[in-house]
Each structure stands twice: as C-alpha cells, then as structure tokens.
C-alpha cells in the first residue's frame, strides 16, 4: 500500500528520510548490537543519543547558554500544572491570554496553584476564538510572576505573528503545534514547552526549554517529576526518558540542520500554506473562518457551510488517501495540519480535491 498524506493535528507525518533511517537501525542501532528501544538510557550509546538532540535543538533554534533543554514525559498538558508549581514563587500571581481551548486548559490547571488572570481574551471573537487578542504590556499586572501564551492554536488555526512585549514579566509559550516551523528568539521568552508529536517526534516526548533564573524555585509539595530543577540536575533522567522518542528527535533535528535549517522549513512552510490560502481566497464555496492577519502556518480550517458537505468531503478525500481533515468538534468543517514534514505534493493534492469536490457538488449560494 502506498503511503497516504497525513493531515492530521498530532500526532502527524514524520520525513521519510527519517522513518528510513529508523526502520535501518531499529534491529541494531550502530554497533550496540541491540535496538535504541531496548538500551539502557545509561549507556554511552544512549547518553551520545540524548546529548546529539539537545545539540541539534540549540544549534537550530539559537538557544542560548543560559537556558536548559529537558526531555520529559507527558505531554505539554503535565505542563499546564509544572510551570505554575515552579514559577509561582515570588507574588504567586501569574496572567494568561486565552486565545483557544489549550490556553483555557491551562489557565483552568493554574487556577489551583494561586492567583491566575486572564489578560486577555478571544473567547467572544465571531466565530469563537477566529482571531488572537491584541496584547501590551500594560495588559499584564506588574508584579506577576510570569505570563503565558499558546502562541499558535491547532484547534483554530491562528497564531501569534509576533512576541507579545510583557516587560520583566517572564512570557512562557506553548509551542507544540508550532516549534520548529521558522526561526524564533527564545531570548524573549522564560520558558518554552512543547509536545513533540507536531514538528519533532512520535508522541511520548515533550521539550521544555527553560532559563536558568527560573529553576530552582518548586514549591515544596511540587511531584518530583515535575521539579525543573530536579529533572536539569539529572539531565532528563530523573527516571527512565522516552528513549526511543528522543531518539527519533535527534534524527528529525538533524534532518532539518541538513536541509538548511529553520530559515529553510520558514520558506517550505509559508509556500504550502500561501497555496492553500490564496485558493481558500480566490473562491466562494469554501470559507477560512479566521482573521487574516493571525492565519497559522500549521494548521489551516476550512469550511463549507454545510455539515453534511463538510462530512462527505472528509470521507472522500480519506479515501484518496487524504487522510484526517475532519475538523476539530468544537469547530467542525475540515483543517490541514500542514507540519514541517507534509510535502508541498500533498497541499498540491488537497487543493486539487478541493476544487473538484466543489464541481461535483454545487452550492446555490457558492
């Protein structure tokens, strides 16, 4: 059977030339004489392994000598409760912009931990949470701790196209269905989290990259699997790590150095989406229900207003072997997760579906 084109959120498609290296080592990784997913996370071969990914991952993203790199385990939602139980330390107050429903989970999570405010929101935006809020510093209370940001959201398809300004405030993002995508400062930032099944590597892993000044400041009864300072003092090996996740970053991490980088998967990814916006804008049957100016990269929903239509034209493109491009419940229609790894080819495919389907299936109103 061939291979299909994977659209789907998450966990999504991986480079082909990285599944053909690990289907060549998988019986024997080099000459460990054994597979990556049978070796003891202590053995050299493994340290090389998980060392190799933290130095792919600064080189590509610039990350600076002052911030630490953690390989941990359950997904960025363990999150939404680790950075508030490590950085509510000084006034235990913390502000959030809500701007889809993983911000919201994690405003939820936080609310138990101490004084959590929303700084602003999309949530009454027409249709829900289509655009981002506008922010500035003066949005945010002075004597926070840190605020947070889903920077883009794979449920909408919209994304923060700069870095808020909060000031002193450490600014901590969510980047899972984003990172890797295009170069970014994270010197602007206090702390960066991400589940890897995006743009990095089969779920199970979560890259957290943390500055210095924030370790180390736990409250006490904080589970010692979600103590940062904890997990950097024992190199993410507190316990046993996702070895064979991590090692499958390192070779996605590589593979992007190899092609040229975050400036090339930039160039890759605004070429794919701008195919599927500029049709999506060049006709009537199908609509982009989100502001224009916050459109993400990575995740493009669409609709045809019309659920039944939307229904038959997720079936049909599954069996062209256009696979998940049913839309999330909350918003229904459809969205391409177009990730580092989708092939200009398969957004080729998709719009070509998209506009016989609209042929063979005619709207009075289109």
Same mark, same amino acid.
């Given at each position: 059977?061939?291979?299909?084109?994977?659209?789907?959120?998450?966990?999504?498609?991986?480079?082909?030339?990285?599944?053909?290296?690990?289907?060549?080592?998988?019986? $024997? *990784?080099?000459?460990?004489?054994?597979?990556?997913? %049978?070796?003891?996370?202590?053995?050299?071969?493994?340290?090389?392994?998980?060392?190799?990914? %933290?130095?792919?991952?600064?080189?590509?993203?610039? +990350?600076?000598s002052? *911030?630490?790199?953690?390989?941990?385990?359950?997904?960025?939602?363990?999150?939404?409760?680790?950075?508030?139980?490590?950085?509510?330390?000084?006034?235990?107050?913390?502000?959030?912009?809500?701007?889809?429903?993983?911000?919201?989970?994690?405003?939820?999570?936080?609310?138990?931990?101490?004084?959590i405010?929303?700084?602003a929101?999309?949530?009454?935006?027409?249709?829900?949470?289509s655009?981002?809020?506008?922010?500035?510093?003066s949005?945010?209370?002075?004597?926070?701790?840190?605020?947070?940001?889903? *920077?883009?959201?794979?449920?909408?398809?919209?994304?923060?196209?700069?870095?808020?300004?909060?000031?002193?405030?450490?600014?901590?993002?969510?980047?899972?269905? $984003?990172?890797?995508? %295009?170069?970014?400062?994270?010197?602007?930032?206090?702390?960066?989290?991400?589940?890897a099944?995006?743009?990095?590597?089969?779920?199970?892993?979560?890259v957290?990259?943390?500055?210095?000044?924030? +370790?180390?400041?736990?409250?006490?009864?904080?589970?010692a699997?979600?103590?940062?300072?904890?997990?950097?003092?024992?190199?993410?090996?507190?316990?046993?790590?996702? $070895?064979?996740?991590?090692?499958?970053?390192?070779?996605?991490?590589?593979r992007?150095?190899?092609?040229?980088?975050?400036d090339?998967?930039?160039?890759?990814? %605004?070429?794919?989406?701008?195919?599927? *916006?500029?049709?999506?804008?060049?006709?009537?049957?199908?609509?982009?229900?989100?502001?224009?100016?916050?459109?993400s990269?990575?995740?493009?929903?669409?609709?045809?207003?019309?659920?039944?239509?939307?229904?038959?034209?997720?079936?049909?493109?599954?069996?062209?072997?256009?696979?998940?491009?049913?839309?999330?419940?909350s918003?229904?229609?459809?969205?391409?997760?177009?990730?580092?790894?989708?092939?200009?080819?398969?957004?080729?495919?998709?719009?070509?579906?998209?506009?016989?389907?609209?042929?063979?299936?005619?709207?009075?109103?289109?």
């Amino acid at each position: 059977m061939e291979r299909v084109y994977n659209f789907s959120d998450g966990p999504s498609m991986l480079p082909l030339e990285v599944l053909k290296t690990a289907r060549e080592e998988l019986l $024997c *990784y080099g000459d460990s004489g054994m597979s990556v997913m %049978e070796m003891s996370h202590h053995s050299p071969e493994f340290e090389k392994i998980i060392k190799g990914a %933290e130095e792919s991952l600064r080189t590509l993203m610039g +990350i600076p000598s002052n *911030y630490r790199v953690l390989f941990l385990q359950g997904g960025a939602t363990t999150q939404f409760a680790a950075v508030p139980l490590n950085l509510l330390s000084e006034h235990k107050c913390a502000d959030y912009i809500i701007s889809g429903q993983f911000s919201k989970q994690a405003y939820m999570e936080a609310k138990k931990y101490g004084d959590i405010a929303i700084a602003a929101s999309s949530a009454g935006a027409t249709p829900t949470f289509s655009t981002v809020p506008e922010v500035k510093r003066s949005d945010f209370r002075p004597d926070a701790d840190y605020a947070h940001i889903c *920077y883009n959201n794979t449920i909408y398809g919209t994304k923060y196209h700069y870095i808020p300004d909060t000031g002193n405030i450490p600014l901590v993002a969510d980047m899972s269905s $984003c990172i890797l995508s %295009e170069p970014i400062d994270v010197s602007k930032f206090g702390l960066i989290y991400a589940g890897a099944q995006k743009n990095i590597a089969p779920a199970g892993l979560t890259v957290v990259i943390v500055r210095d000044d924030l +370790i180390g400041n736990a409250r006490p009864d904080t589970p010692a699997m979600l103590d940062y300072k904890l997990l950097a003092e024992n190199g993410s090996m507190y316990n046993t790590p996702p $070895c064979f996740q991590i090692y499958m970053a390192k070779l996605v991490l590589d593979r992007i150095l190899s092609v040229g980088g975050l400036d090339e998967m930039k160039r890759r990814n %605004e070429r794919k989406a701008s195919l599927l *916006y500029d049709y999506l804008d060049s006709q009537s049957y199908y609509t982009a229900p989100v502001d224009k100016k916050c459109r993400s990269m990575m995740n493009v929903v669409f609709v045809t207003g019309d659920a039944e239509l939307d229904k038959k034209f997720a079936k049909e493109a599954s069996d062209l072997g256009l696979r998940n491009l049913k839309g999330h419940p909350s918003v229904g229609g459809m969205r391409a997760s177009i990730y580092n790894a989708m092939p200009y080819e398969g957004v080729e495919k998709l719009v070509a579906f998209m506009k016989r389907f609209a042929l063979e299936n005619p709207r009075f109103d289109a």
